[in-house]
């Protein structure tokens, strides 16, 4: 099992930054990849970043060049930097682990972009 707790949402302007964190624990040397999806209200959650065992990252084509997904290892932590927000960044953000072909996931935390 691994657990996964979120932190660093809130309210931010337009064009203005946030970091995300993703502090994991348990089975962490058994997950193969961590990453950040996001669910706004009346739509579906999408994935946002993900970074994998090797290092290699992916982001959706809306954050390319905005976001950036990184990791400690010494930590057990996934960070998401996010510049450059704008309002339709606003949504609920998970982090996600899968271990062992299973997804894990945190209860997710708010982040609100005002135009």
């Known amino acids: 099992q691994v657990q996964l707790v979120e932190s660093g949402g809130g309210l931010v302007q337009a064009g203005g930054s946030l970091r995300l964190s993703c502090a994991a624990s348990?089975?962490?040397?058994?997950?193969?990849?961590m990453g950040w999806y996001r669910q706004a209200p009346g739509k579906q959650r999408e994935l946002v970043a993900v970074?994998?065992?090797?290092?290699?990252?992916n982001y959706a084509d809306s954050v390319k060049g905005r976001f950036t997904i990184s990791r400690d290892n010494a930590k057990n932590t996934v960070y998401l930097q996010m510049n450059s927000l704008k309002p339709e960044d606003t949504a609920v953000y998970y982090c996600?682990?899968?271990?062992?072909?299973?997804?894990?996931w945190g209860k997710g935390t708010l982040v609100t972009v005002s135009s």
């Open positions: 996600n682990a899968v271990s062992k072909r299973m997804d894990f």
């Open positions: 970074i994998i065992s090797g290092g290699s990252t």
């Open positions: 348990g089975s962490i040397f058994s997950i193969n990849a």
